[in-house]
């Protein structure tokens, strides 16, 4: 797959093994994603064990990202880790994670989640809580809004996807600035969709790692 140079790749390496993500490593690849807490942890502590002579890292640059439903209490096992949090879905979410950076003296950078699908089953924001959270007085000081992440309904209907798609970019275009300036939509199955309407980053797994394995 080919990507405009100034959109980013983040590998969806949930439910695949540290072979494949060094192997993706070693193709290039920097910024791996997962979703489930217990899997993440796991994949840090095993390749921050994997050094040199000398004792440093040999993947010292692999940026982490968290793409899942992150339940409050399974907060220390993702934060100090991570890059990015682009699944922040809610407000109870929200001021966990400032509290939690307060506590631990860190800026945690995130993506609002925006739910725009049909599949009521899919976390997020509406597009008018996004707006509460971004312009209302609650102030979040231990919490950096680097933009929106978003899914398009999952169905054969390109029309549909392309609606998704343009209410996402819309609502990222109210507030784009230069610290909020990531659009997270686009996957395997419809990321070229979602470069036509702005995608700064796509979440690609199956497209890179093949079939989950479970």
């Given at each position: 797959?080919?990507?405009?140079?100034?959109?980013?790749?983040?590998?969806?390496?949930?439910?695949?093994?540290?072979?494949?993500?060094?192997?993706?490593?070693?193709?290039?690849?920097?910024?791996?994603?997962?979703?489930?807490?217990?899997?993440?942890?796991?994949?840090?502590?095993?390749?921050?064990?994997?050094?040199?002579?000398?004792?440093?890292s040999l993947y010292p640059?692999?940026?982490?990202?968290?793409?899942?439903?992150?339940?409050?209490?399974?907060?220390?096992?993702?934060?100090?880790?991570?890059?990015?949090?682009?699944?922040?879905?809610?407000?109870?979410?929200l001021e966990a994670i400032?509290?939690?950076?307060?506590?631990?003296?860190?800026?945690?950078?995130?993506?609002?989640?925006?739910?725009?699908?049909?599949?009521?089953?899919?976390?997020?924001?509406?597009?008018?809580?996004?707006?509460?959270?971004?312009?209302?007085?609650?102030?979040?000081?231990?919490?950096?809004?680097?933009?929106?992440?978003?899914?398009?309904?999952?169905?054969?209907?390109?029309?549909?996807?392309?609606?998704?798609?343009?209410?996402?970019?819309?609502?990222?275009?109210?507030?784009?600035?230069?610290?909020?300036?990531?659009?997270?939509?686009?996957?395997?199955?419809?990321?070229?969709?979602?470069?036509?309407?702005?995608?700064?980053?796509?979440?690609?797994?199956?497209?890179?790692?093949?079939?989950?394995?479970?």
């Amino acid at each position: 797959m080919e990507l405009p140079s100034d959109v980013k790749l983040a590998a969806v390496s949930k439910f695949h093994p540290v072979d494949a993500i060094i192997e993706a490593y070693s193709a290039g690849q920097r910024i791996f994603a997962e979703s489930r807490p217990q899997e993440l942890y796991a994949k840090v502590k095993e390749l921050d064990g994997m050094r040199d002579s000398d004792g440093n890292s040999l993947y010292p640059d692999i940026e982490w990202h968290f793409i899942g439903h992150l339940q409050t209490n399974k907060l220390k096992m993702v934060l100090p880790y991570v890059s990015l949090v682009q699944s922040v879905d809610s407000l109870h979410l929200l001021e966990a994670i400032d509290r939690w950076g307060k506590d631990n003296a860190r800026v945690i950078n995130v993506l609002l989640e925006c739910h725009v699908a049909a599949e009521q089953t899919k976390q997020g924001f509406s597009e008018e809580e996004i707006r509460q959270v971004l312009t209302g007085e609650r102030q979040y000081p231990n919490v950096k809004f680097c933009g929106l992440m978003g899914m398009a309904t999952f169905t054969d209907d390109m029309t549909v996807v392309r609606g998704d798609f343009a209410r996402l970019k819309h609502l990222f275009d109210e507030f784009f600035s230069p610290d909020f300036r990531e659009l997270s939509i686009g996957m395997s199955e419809d990321y070229r969709i979602a470069l036509e309407y702005g995608s700064t980053m796509v979440r690609i797994g199956t497209m890179i790692f093949g079939p989950r394995v479970y």
